[in-house]
């Protein structure tokens, strides 16, 4: 690692390509040569030249978290990191089956001034957050990290989040890091800073270097979380769930319980209201990759 953070810094006054070079070759044999090519490519293409401290912090980070040996351990130990090398003492990391669903997840990990308006956030706020809006899906799918006052065009709720929520809670910046993890789940990463510092352009691009690193060292962990939808349905809504999972229409369903189709409807919005899903899609994820966890 020495030896890699040097050659960052002899980069600085000397050719960037070839500490590319030594970057890539150094971390081959740790799986992260593929990485290390794409990132070359993206770094050339938009022409972000990081500054070594920027290299140096997301290898501590990197570092840090490679000695984990769950997903639970991986999550603590990201947290203090991300308070000893980013100076973030506001953070947050959501999981679930999808995107969607890991705003709702039941059990974040939450440190600073999240602590105390957590309750808050799951009782009112996770439909309205401000990185589940569809222009942070948009972004996210571009990059794995992006701040809040980049998003434009927010509706009414994010809008109403930002300014109603985090903003009451002397949370005055937010952005987030989207991590790949194993079974196709989702996890967020959420920065906040309570002076309103958000990250400039060449903070935002090495958290996304980060970011696809860190997914690759989660993916790899046991201890993977899957909501345990079962839990807040009853048997006959179970039935049905699993039933929506297997591909049945409403009318099959209807046949198969001996139901009404206007019964079945409404039976399926309140399975997706307890198991917070948005459509039949998103429930047969829930459904199916919980079932192989099992």
Known sequence: MDGLLGAFKASVLGDRCMALHVLRITLEPVQFGDWCRREEWTLASQSVALPVDEYERVFAILDACSEAETLDAFKNVLMGALHEHYDCLNTTFFTGPTFVTAFSDPSPVVTGRITPVIDE?????????????????????????????????????????????????????????????????????????????????????????????????????????????????????????????????????????????????KYVSRVFAATRVRNRAELVKLVCVSSVDR
């Open 121 to 265: 956030y799951q009782a009112r706020w996770y439909p309205k957050d401000v990185f589940a809006s569809a222009q942070s899906r948009v972004a996210l799918s571009k990059t794995p990290a992006i701040s809040a006052d980049k998003l434009g065009g927010l509706a009414s709720d994010s809008v109403s989040y930002l300014r109603d929520f985090l903003y009451c809670k002397q949370l005055h910046s937010a952005s987030v890091m989207h991590l790949d993890l194993a079974n196709d789940c989702h996890g967020l990463v959420g920065l906040f800073d309570s002076e309103g510092r958000e990250p400039d352009r060449t903070r935002l691009h090495a958290m996304g270097l980060l970011s696809r690193q860190l997914s690759n060292l989660a993916k790899l962990l046991p201890g993977q979380p899957l909501p345990s939808w079962r839990d807040c349905l009853s048997p006959r809504q179970i039935e049905l769930a699993e039933l929506v999972a297997d591909g049945h229409t409403n009318e099959e369903i209807a046949a198969i319980l001996n139901l009404g189709v206007d019964t079945v409807k």
